[in-house]
């Protein structure tokens, strides 16, 4: 594995001489190394690749406007189309990091291929269950049951503020079981305050087109849509950009943000932000969950699932006009969640035939 070493400075140089002549005193730096691989969105999505990396940069006591750690312990590479996606991963792994970590199931194809080659590199993959290589360690997280939260705020603000019968929009980026659990959550929070709320969906196709996500928003904020929930990597900041632009108009409209919390990246005017809130997927904890097994000689191929219980999903409230009221009544569910009171559905199929979601959505579970 790919390994820091640094000389001790004894007898100024380091070079300890003895009776019998000199010998040179070499210390092996045991901290992990790590390389992030992203898709085109990069590190700068304001999202999941950012969440990632904030890991990262945390394991190792760094801060996002201060890496020092960068090149040396860690470092990320974007791969500007999926085409290269296995010679990234090959060129990782013949530098020998301690661990290859790629995010979303993208690239759950390129890492299958990649992994076998390498038997003694450490590999590991976010929102994928199925690689199933004994060198892969695979991260899935409960984003129905965050996204349940997000969509029972925005019902509970709309209720609040007197707004009747709230229409909602969700965008999706590349069609997929993943994305759909963040549909389908937030579709059942929205309709424990609105049982028969209108939902209008929409799939880019794309994780790096705001331009398509911005377009879709501006159409249903037109119609009288009051928040729409966007899960669509660096798609999903067109939706953003669009609820700012209205807001700042006095319209009242809102955005929701995901993965992070991009309650900043709403902003539009002094502390005021069209980000009502995000439903935030740690996958930062992915990130230090495994630096940390490299460190401790525990890392396996196997699968770890964060949802609720483990913080691994959870929403923001970071913006003052979410109205205490709502943040009460999301704690009550929070709790429900993790006791299991409140059954979330995270497939297309289970919600659809337990009447919890209306038919003729774009989700796939496939």
Same mark, same amino acid.
């Given at each position: 594995?790919?390994?820091?070493?640094?000389?001790?400075?004894?007898?100024?140089?380091?070079?300890?001489?003895?009776?019998?002549?000199?010998?040179?005193?070499? #210390?092996?730096?045991? /901290?992990?190394?790590?390389? !992030?691989?992203?898709? =085109?969105?990069?590190?700068? *999505?304001?999202? %999941?690749?950012?969440?990632?990396?904030?890991?990262?940069?945390?394991?190792?006591?760094?801060?996002?406007?201060?890496?020092?750690?960068?090149?040396?312990?860690?470092?990320?590479?974007?791969?500007?189309?999926?085409?290269?996606?296995?010679?990234?991963?090959?060129?990782?792994?013949?530098?020998?990091?301690?661990?290859?970590? #790629?995010?979303?199931? /993208?690239?759950?194809?390129? !890492?299958?291929?990649? =992994?076998?080659?390498?038997? *003694?590199?450490? %590999?590991?993959?976010?929102?994928?269950?199925?690689?199933?290589?004994?060198?892969?360690?695979?991260?899935?997280?409960?984003?129905?049951?965050?996204?349940?939260?997000?969509?029972?705020?925005?019902?509970?603000?709309?209720?609040?503020?007197?707004?009747?019968?709230?229409?909602?929009?969700?965008?999706?980026?590349?069609?997929g079981g993943t994305i759909t659990k963040f549909e389908m959550g937030y579709i059942q929070g929205l309709r424990s305050v609105f049982p028969k709320a209108e939902v209008v969906d929409y799939y880019?196709?794309?994780?790096?087109?705001?331009?398509?996500?911005?377009?879709?928003?501006?159409?249903?904020?037109?119609?009288?849509?009051?928040?729409?929930?966007?899960?669509?990597?660096?798609?999903?900041?067109?939706?953003?950009?669009?609820?700012?632009?209205?807001?700042?108009?006095?319209?009242?409209?809102?955005?929701?943000?995901?993965?992070?919390?991009?309650?900043?990246?709403?902003?539009?005017?002094?502390?005021?932000?069209?980000?009502?809130?995000?439903?935030l997927k740690k996958v930062e904890n992915s990130s230090l969950y495994c630096l940390n097994a490299v460190k401790d000689g525990t890392f396996t191929g196997k699968v770890v699932k964060m949802d609720?219980?483990?913080?691994?999903?959870?929403?923001?409230?970071?913006?003052?006009?979410?109205?205490?009221?709502?943040?009460?009544?999301?704690?009550?569910?929070?709790?429900?969640?993790?006791?299991?009171?409140?059954?979330?559905?995270?497939?297309?199929?289970?919600?659809?035939?337990?009447?919890?979601?209306?038919?003729?959505?774009?989700?796939?579970?496939?």
């Open positions: 594995m790919k390994k820091v070493f640094v000389f001790a400075l004894i007898c100024l140089m380091g070079t300890v001489v003895f009776a019998g002549g000199a010998a040179e005193t070499k #210390v092996v730096d045991d /901290t992990p190394t790590i390389r !992030l691989l992203t898709d =085109a969105t990069g590190i700068d *999505d304001k999202s %999941f690749n950012a969440a990632a990396w904030r890991g990262i940069v945390e394991f190792y006591g760094d801060t996002l406007n201060n890496t020092t750690g960068r090149g040396k312990y860690y470092d990320v590479v974007t791969a500007q189309t999926q085409d290269m996606y296995i010679p990234n991963l090959k060129q990782a792994a013949d530098e020998e990091y301690d661990v290859i970590m #790629v995010t979303g199931f /993208t690239w759950a194809d390129a !890492l299958g291929e990649v =992994a076998p080659m390498y038997p *003694d590199q450490n %590999f590991v993959i976010v929102d994928v269950d199925w690689v199933g290589q004994p060198n892969v360690m695979e991260f899935i997280y409960s984003e129905e049951q965050g996204s349940y939260l997000v969509g029972l705020a925005a019902a509970l603000q709309a209720k609040a503020e007197g707004v009747n019968n709230p229409k909602f929009g969700f965008i999706g980026g590349v069609p880019a196709n794309d994780w790096g087109k705001p331009e398509l996500a911005k377009a879709q928003a501006k159409n249903w904020y037109d119609s009288g849509v009051y928040a729409i929930f966007s899960a669509a990597g660096g798609t999903g900041n067109g939706t953003i950009a669009q609820a700012k632009e209205y807001r700042l108009q006095g319209k009242n409209v809102w955005a929701i943000g995901v993965d992070s919390d991009q309650y900043e990246d709403g902003i539009y005017e002094g502390k005021k932000s069209a980000v009502l809130t995000s439903m609720m219980v483990d913080d691994g999903v959870g929403y923001s409230q970071a913006n003052p006009e979410l109205k205490a009221e709502v943040v009460k009544a999301i704690e009550v569910a929070k709790a429900d969640i993790i006791s299991g009171k409140i059954k979330i559905y995270g497939t297309y199929k289970e919600a659809l035939a337990n009447g919890a979601v209306p038919a003729g959505l774009a989700a796939l579970d496939d």
